[in-house]
């Protein structure tokens, strides 16, 4: 079943073309007898110098008209096989019947289904033929006239067939421009999707990672403090709600775009301009943070402003979770005219030398919250360098390039 379900369409093209074949031959066998010398006496009809129908003529007859059963698959041969047994027929002094017609189908065959240089070559072939069988024909001459709207028939039909191939290739290339453009906007859909889930991860990753370090350094002060000084206690825990409020609303804004129907809520992205709160946030944790602002600040593109408030961001939580009791941090922001630098400074030593025994502050910048800080710092063209202090502590430093002060 499978091999006739191969071979299927190859069949049905071979009896399309059989029958038009048959229906040649059969018409021009029949011409062929009835244009016998004996039986051509009408007014107008020279009849002078045609040979009487026999064998010979119906097998040449046969053979010029046969390879129209192939002119799709073998266009060349077949023009080939068509004009030969066609010429005989005129240089013998046969009526030809139909063969003519033979001829111009196959013709047509080869300029359609062949390139250019095989079209023109069967061409050329059909016209000197033609040429040289009209030379060596035993019949009556016939008038230049003729000759010449014959040419013109033989041009006109090859025009058609290469007009025809030129139109299948033509739609041919649009369906296949089409396919290739759908294949790359999906290429270029997944690669959306992939980007999206990246800074999706990154932006829960610091959102969630400096929110929940910083209730889980106020809820372990509020423990320490709970029987001693009730009062501190209760700023502890209402510093912890008012964080878990912050924590989900950055939260919703980031995701709430993934629900289908539903409307997140817009709001501006954070930037350098919140970073006196995010300090703010920061001493209230527990580390003493101080903020320099150096130049005066230009604009700054959105992405930029947002890939430097998340370094800092990521910066001060790895304080705060690794610099050790008593560190300070120092934040630096320096606007130049070509250039935003930011950089994140501790003197902590804390218990476990000053890194993350959890990978989350490594000299190699190998926990989660460095990785995505290198992945956005990357994404601006920025030079990140991350690593231990000469003297002490932790340093995260970005450069940013800002291209005509932007």
């Given at each position: 079943m499978r091999v006739w379900g191969r071979a299927g369409p190859g069949r049905r093209v071979l009896v399309r073309d059989t029958l038009p074949a048959v229906l040649v031959a059969g018409a021009s066998v029949v011409l062929f007898g009835v244009h016998g010398r004996g039986q051509l006496g009408g007014p107008g009809v020279p009849v002078e110098g045609l040979r009487e129908p026999d064998a010979l003529g119906v097998a040449l007859l046969l053979l010029a008209c046969v390879p129209v059963a192939v002119r799709r698959r073998w266009p060349l041969t077949g023009l080939c096989a068509a004009l030969l047994p066609e010429t005989a027929l005129e240089?013998?002094?046969?009526?030809?019947?139909?063969?003519?017609?033979?001829?111009?189908?196959?013709?047509?065959?080869?300029?359609?289904?062949?390139?250019?240089?095989?079209?023109?070559?069967?061409?050329?072939?059909?016209?000197?033929?033609?040429?040289?069988?009209?030379?060596?024909?035993?019949?009556?001459?016939?008038?230049?006239?003729?000759?010449?709207?014959?040419?013109?028939?033989?041009?006109?039909?090859?025009?058609?067939?290469?007009?025809?191939?030129?139109?299948?290739?033509?739609?041919?290339?649009?369906?296949?421009?089409?396919?290739?453009?759908?294949?790359?906007?999906?290429?270029?859909?997944?690669?959306?999707?992939?980007?999206?889930?990246?800074?999706?991860?990154?932006?829960?990753?610091?959102?969630?990672?400096?929110?929940?370090?910083?209730?889980?350094?106020?809820?372990?002060?509020?423990?320490?403090?709970?029987?001693?000084?009730?009062?501190?206690?209760?700023?502890?825990?209402?510093?912890?709600e008012e964080t878990g409020r912050m924590a989900l609303t950055e939260m919703r804004n980031i995701v709430g775009v993934l629900r289908a129907g539903a409307r997140a809520e817009l709001g501006p992205q954070p930037g350098t301009r919140d970073l006196p709160a995010l300090v703010e946030q920061m001493r209230e944790a527990g580390l003493a943070t101080g903020l320099t602002v150096q130049g005066p600040p230009g604009p700054i593109p959105a992405g930029v402003d947002l890939a430097a408030y998340r370094l800092v961001q990521e910066g001060l939580t790895n304080a705060l979770r690794h610099a050790g009791a008593g560190a300070t941090a120092r934040v630096t922001v320096r606007h130049e005219p070509h250039e935003l630098d930011v950089r994140v400074e501790d003197d902590g030593r804390g218990a476990d030398g000053g890194w993350g025994a959890d990978g989350g502050r490594g000299a190699d910048g190998t926990g989660h919250g460095l990785v995505g800080i290198r992945e956005r710092v990357a994404l601006y063209g920025g030079i990140l360098s991350i690593g231990p202090r000469p003297g002490g502590g932790f340093e995260v430093r970005a450069r940013f390039p800002l291209k005509d002060g932007q």
């Amino acid at each position: 079943m499978r091999v006739w379900g191969r071979a299927g369409p190859g069949r049905r093209v071979l009896v399309r073309d059989t029958l038009p074949a048959v229906l040649v031959a059969g018409a021009s066998v029949v011409l062929f007898g009835v244009h016998g010398r004996g039986q051509l006496g009408g007014p107008g009809v020279p009849v002078e110098g045609l040979r009487e129908p026999d064998a010979l003529g119906v097998a040449l007859l046969l053979l010029a008209c046969v390879p129209v059963a192939v002119r799709r698959r073998w266009p060349l041969t077949g023009l080939c096989a068509a004009l030969l047994p066609e010429t005989a027929l005129e240089g013998l002094g046969y009526g030809t019947g139909l063969t003519g017609v033979a001829g111009l189908v196959m013709l047509y065959s080869v300029a359609a289904y062949r390139g250019l240089a095989v079209a023109l070559g069967g061409l050329a072939l059909a016209v000197v033929l033609y040429t040289a069988s009209m030379a060596a024909g035993a019949g009556p001459p016939a008038a230049w006239s003729g000759h010449l709207v014959m040419i013109v028939a033989l041009v006109a039909v090859w025009g058609v067939g290469r007009s025809l191939r030129l139109r299948r290739a033509y739609m041919a290339e649009l369906k296949d421009r089409a396919a290739r453009l759908e294949r790359a906007r999906a290429a270029d859909r997944r690669a959306a999707r992939a980007e999206e889930r990246s800074r999706i991860a990154r932006e829960l990753h610091d959102v969630v990672a400096h929110h929940v370090s910083v209730m889980t350094v106020q809820a372990s002060a509020a423990r320490r403090v709970l029987a001693s000084d009730p009062e501190l206690a209760g700023e502890a825990l209402s510093a912890i709600e008012e964080t878990g409020r912050m924590a989900l609303t950055e939260m919703r804004n980031i995701v709430g775009v993934l629900r289908a129907g539903a409307r997140a809520e817009l709001g501006p992205q954070p930037g350098t301009r919140d970073l006196p709160a995010l300090v703010e946030q920061m001493r209230e944790a527990g580390l003493a943070t101080g903020l320099t602002v150096q130049g005066p600040p230009g604009p700054i593109p959105a992405g930029v402003d947002l890939a430097a408030y998340r370094l800092v961001q990521e910066g001060l939580t790895n304080a705060l979770r690794h610099a050790g009791a008593g560190a300070t941090a120092r934040v630096t922001v320096r606007h130049e005219p070509h250039e935003l630098d930011v950089r994140v400074e501790d003197d902590g030593r804390g218990a476990d030398g000053g890194w993350g025994a959890d990978g989350g502050r490594g000299a190699d910048g190998t926990g989660h919250g460095l990785v995505g800080i290198r992945e956005r710092v990357a994404l601006y063209g920025g030079i990140l360098s991350i690593g231990p202090r000469p003297g002490g502590g932790f340093e995260v430093r970005a450069r940013f390039p800002l291209k005509d002060g932007q």
